[in-house]
């Protein structure tokens, strides 16, 4: 194998708490692929720095993404591992996703502070409540499910986001289950649903690890390519695809997800739509078959034609 060659790979990452298991975790499963070494380089990136205002007033896109893509395009690492809902559907020239790997519950969880929970409203949470979250697409599915509840931005890595809520900034807060567990944040003084995806569906790719390569490093590409998952390559054709059609990043108010059954693929989504400055309707769908490509044209236009 040429990788045996290689004297040593770096792997980039943010320094959220988050990020740096998601790196580790892969070096471990590289290690067991390997003897070269290993080691990790912490890069800050805009989303970083700027953790006071909301994504949809912020300009460009990949706000985490950026600078890390830059240094593995300058060759001062040699792989990112990412969160895949965090990267754009249209990648950098130069550089390609080498495997998409280790999806975990994609799911959604909210955390309620004990004093604002109500078990018999959709999200939990006291009529009238203060939400937090800083997705479109989190909100625009608030909106459907409980309208009463005002949605507050939030920003912040997850132990940032929760101390928030228990900071009484926030009646409660949504947050990806995926994050949550792979840290284990301890979250036993506040309530928790776990929401189902019939009723709040995630992120495209949420849950799944992506890492990033150069195009032309044919060593590190033959790597991590045995990380690869082809299973979760026809999701990320499903749901990836679909954000793709949309010609949108991250922060589209579009939930999707997708999953591989025996007799055909299945893909469920839905899209927000607003109106001077408030969320009007949701629209959903489900479609399912045996193409990616048809099937995402297929939902695209159920979710945008009248």
Known sequence: MRGDRMKKLTIGTRGSELALWQARFIREKLAALTN???????????????????????????????????????????????????????????????????????????????????????????????????????????????????????RGNVPTRVNKLRDGLYDAIIIADAGLGRIEHDISDLRSILLDVETFVPAPAQGMLGIEIRSDDLDTREIVSKLDEPDLRVQVRLERGLLEKFEGGCQLPLGALSSVRKDAYHLRAVFGIGEDGAWKRLRRTEVKGNDPESMVNEAYLKLTTE
């Open 36 to 154: 070269i070494p290993t080691d990790l380089k912490i890069i800050k990136t805009t989303g970083d720095r700027i953790d006071d205002v909301s994504f949809s007033k912020m300009e460009g896109k990949g706000f985490f993404t950026k600078e890390i893509e830059e240094e593995l395009l300058s060759g001062g690492i040699d792989l990112a591992v990412h969160s895949l809902k965090d990267l754009q559907t249209e990648l950098t020239d130069g550089l390609q996703v080498g495997a998409v790997c280790f999806r975990v519950d994609p799911r959604e969880r909210v955390l309620i502070r004990p004093k604002s929970y109500d078990e018999s409203q959709p999200l939990g949470v006291i009529p009238n409540g203060t939400i937090g979250t800083s997705s479109v697409r989190r909100q625009c599915q608030i909106a459907d499910l409980m309208p009463n509840l005002t949605i507050k931005d939030l």
